[in-house]
């Protein structure tokens, strides 16, 4: 073995505080470096790995970890949980004002940009459509819940007031999603002739009951009270219409019934028509119907659409697109409008009891549990013997190669206690019809002093009963 090495420039460094740029140590494979002054070996100085990091790692870029679809900030780990569609890029801009975006990727050729819900360690997906329409939207929706499993997608942007009830700048966040094209039909008009007009039809999708409950219910709860008091407030506070167009009072938040279908509408007839065939209906817009049947074929995601009113429908809607702000920038009610949906739907979705829909470790749906061999012992309250037994018999004594499970236990796995509650019933049913039918064919009993008779039971190898034999010579 040689002397010992040098180092550093000074004898007796200790090589464990000495750094080079760009270098990193590793124990010396060849085992032939010795200790200086007691210390650890002498190590190899290695060169640092340069290039792009790990492709799943990347910050704001999401990545399985745990089983689970995550996302990485920094050096937090955040749950990957709602996918968000905006229609138009001059919507995202408005967005991207409001949400605190950590960066985007390239995935199956379309852009994503991860986001952090504030105030919590949830993050989403924001897609851009760059085009208005139902079929875009369902494309978009699709994709983020079959490549990402996300559990909710929701849709955020413009819509256009139905009821007079709803202002310029209120939100309206749909409880029922009317696709009111769908299966219409072109019929001749009376009133013109040689013109024709539109018989509407229409299908609808709703969001979940939970969901539902939690976006009717958030104004009015102690909790959430003041948030959506202080979300109007603010808003107002930073409304960029000149004095003589800002509202009078703050945005406020509606749940009703949304109109979704491939027209911009901006007739006073036409929205008439809409109308007619709902009176309910609140808003209008151009993509929920696309990303609702997205998600209902999932049936692993929920939807949620939330939008800002920025003109009224009618024939004066290009005049109110181009209202200039306080800067003479034009389109103020709509940056107006969207800033505040993109604020209360941030608010509804750091909510601490928000209903996500629950998902697997893999980041799928909730599978049923498996079926599961029943652990023997009496399962009946009147004590009755109902498992298998420790070889494998069910209770009347057959064997069974793939192991013997009653419907009490297929119930309780598969369904739930109200299901097993029934299955027993008719078990109990099917063992008094059995019992009936045992007594009714079974010969009468030999008088107990005649000895003429005599039978004898026995286990057979199946665990059943041999027939009775007659012993009388």
């Not at 080079?20 to 290695?46: E, I």
């Not at 229409?202 to 009270?225: E, H, I, M, Q």
């Not at 999932?298 to 949620?304: C, F, G, I």
Request: charged share 25%; glycine share 12%.
């Amino acid at each position: 073995m040689g002397p010992p090495r040098r180092a550093g420039p000074g004898r007796g460094e200790d090589p464990s505080t000495r750094r080079r740029p760009g270098h990193v140590r590793r124990p010396h494979r060849g085992g032939g470096g010795a200790a200086l002054d007691g210390g650890r070996p002498w190590t190899r100085p290695v060169p640092r790995r340069r290039g792009r990091a790990r492709r799943g790692c990347r910050p704001g870029r999401p990545h399985r970890a745990g089983g689970r679809l995550r996302l990485r900030k920094e050096n937090a780990v955040t749950e990957l949980r709602v996918g968000l569609i905006v229609p138009l890029s001059e919507e995202f801009g408005y967005v991207s004002s409001v949400v605190d975006l950590l960066g985007d990727f390239l995935e199956q050729g379309r852009v994503y940009h991860s986001f952090l819900i504030p105030g919590t360690e949830i993050t989403g997906l924001l897609t851009v459509l760059h085009e208005m329409g139902q079929s875009n939207a369902a494309i978009a929706a699709q994709d983020l819940i079959r490549v990402f499993g996300v559990p909710l997608v929701a849709l955020i942007g413009t819509g256009a007031a139905l009821s007079s009830e709803v202002a310029l700048g209120d939100v309206v966040v749909a409880s029922e999603i009317d696709a009111y094209l769908h299966r219409a039909k072109a019929v001749g008009d009376a009133e013109y002739p040689g013109g024709s007009g539109l018989a509407l039809a229409g299908t609808s999708w709703k969001p979940s009951a939970p969901l539902l409950d939690l976006v009717r219910n958030f104004p009015l709860r102690k909790a959430s009270r003041d948030v959506v008091t202080a979300w109007s407030r603010d808003a107002l506070a930073r409304c960029p219409l000149p004095v003589g167009l800002r509202p009078a009072a703050g945005p406020g938040l509606h749940v009703a019934p949304v109109a979704t279908g491939d027209v911009v509408v901006g007739s006073d007839t036409f929205k008439a028509v809409i109308r007619n065939k709902n009176r309910t209906l609140a808003a209008v817009e151009m993509e929920a119907g696309g990303a609702a049947l997205s998600a209902y074929h999932s049936d692993t995601a929920d939807v949620l659409v939330v939008r800002g009113i920025s003109d009224h429908a009618a024939k004066d809607k290009t005049a109110t697109d181009l209202t200039p702000d306080v800067d003479g920038r034009p389109n103020a009610w709509r940056r107006y409008a969207v800033t505040n949906a993109t604020r209360i739907l941030l608010k509804l979705l750091a909510a601490p009891d928000f209903p996500w829909r629950a998902t697997s470790p893999a980041g799928g749906p909730v599978s049923p549990a498996p079926l599961r061999r029943p652990e023997p012992g009496p399962s009946r309250g009147d004590g009755a013997e109902s498992g298998p037994a420790v070889d494998g018999r069910s209770p009347d004594g057959r064997r069974s190669g793939k192991g013997w499970l009653d419907g009490r236990t297929v119930a309780a796995v598969t369904s739930g206690a109200a299901t097993a509650l029934a299955v027993e019933s008719l078990l109990h049913r099917r063992r008094d019809i059995e019992e009936a039918l045992a007594a009714a064919s079974s010969p009468p009993a030999p008088d107990a002093g005649s000895h003429e008779a005599r039978t004898e039971s026995a286990d057979g190898p199946d665990g059943g009963s041999h027939p009775s034999a007659d012993l009388h010579p």
